[in-house]
């Protein structure tokens, strides 16, 4: 069976062709469809992102499984959080095959972007981003 090309199918013959090499056949599903998906060595993919806040903090959580921590670049550019991963593909023989993350949050002015910190733990990269401290109020007193 010849790969198939996005531009010239209907979505829903790439579904049925998915599914004809049933639940042992993810690898060759998976090479079937790489043409639809993937772009020359490379395939790209934006990670979603869970968002919460205690009294201190946000915290995005991103799913990047497979991805070691020398793999994962994040940088913060213009007030955006943008966080760069790649790792081998592991359904490819061949190592110049890449899986590349890559997503970007807008950060705003009440985000301290000086003490932002992040971990990596299971493919999951957690990002804690420290509220600005808010001035407290005071009397002035006049001399």
Not at 8 to 33: I, V, W, Y
Not at 60 to 87: H, T, W, Y
Request: avoid cysteine; proline fraction near 5%; charged fraction near 35%.
């Amino acid at each position: 069976m010849k790969p198939l090309n996005a531009n010239d199918t209907n979505p829903f013959d790439l579904l049925d062709k998915f599914f004809e090499f049933g639940l042992n056949g993810a690898d060759k599903a998976r090479n079937f469809l790489n043409p639809v998906f993937q772009q020359g060595d490379t395939f790209e993919t934006v990670p979603q992102v869970k968002l919460h806040e205690d009294d201190d903090n946000y915290h995005a959580e991103l799913d990047l499984p497979g991805v070691k921590k020398k793999e994962v670049q994040i940088e913060i550019d213009e007030g955006n959080l943008i966080i760069n991963a790649s790792r081998k593909d592991p359904f490819s023989n061949d190592d110049e095959k890449l899986i590349k993350y890559k997503r970007t949050l807008r950060l705003g002015k009440q985000v301290d972007s000086t003490s932002i910190s992040a971990t990596l733990e299971d493919g999951v990269l957690q990002i804690k981003l420290p509220k600005m401290k808010k001035a407290k109020s005071r009397t002035v007193k006049i001399n």
